[in-house]
């Protein structure tokens, strides 16, 4: 079973940058299409980021949109997002996943296959 490992998460000022990333235990990681997903307190999982096979057409929630970046190294089995210009909204535990549906419907959380253990980012003066 292919297993997700997060990292990269940590407290950060408003404005502040962080890159979380996902290690795939998959050696044939190129085959997966990779979401990054969040949960706030309270608040329902939500899907983030997307990134097909290719790396052809990352997708974005509105809410990131312009801040965040999707990326993948297939040789180091790896999948990043790189967030930038972070707000107190983002503060959230963030899980990498592999998608049931590798595009649209991509960011319903109850069709994902797999997820990572998460990893906290905090945003807050």
């Known amino acids: 079973q292919v297993q997700l490992v997060e990292s990269g998460g940590g407290s950060v000022q408003p404005g502040g940058s962080l890159r979380l990333s996902c290690e795939v235990s998959?050696?044939?990681?190129?085959?997966?299409?990779v979401g990054w997903f969040r949960q706030a307190p309270g608040k329902e999982r939500e899907g983030v980021a997307f990134?097909?096979?290719?790396?052809?057409?990352?997708l974005y929630a509105e809410s990131v949109k312009g801040r965040f970046t999707v990326s993948r190294d297939n040789a180091k089995k790896m999948v990043y997002l790189q967030m930038n210009s972070l707000k107190p909204e983002d503060t959230a535990m963030y899980y990498c996943?592999?998608?049931?549906?590798?595009?649209?419907?991509?960011?319903?959380?109850?069709?994902?296959?797999?997820w990572g253990q998460g990893t906290q980012v905090t945003v807050s003066s």
């Open positions: 996943a592999l998608p049931g549906l590798c595009g649209v419907g991509w960011d319903d959380w109850r069709s994902v296959l797999t």
């Open positions: 998959e050696y044939m990681i190129g085959s997966f299409c």
């Open positions: 990134i097909s096979t290719a790396s052809s057409r990352p």
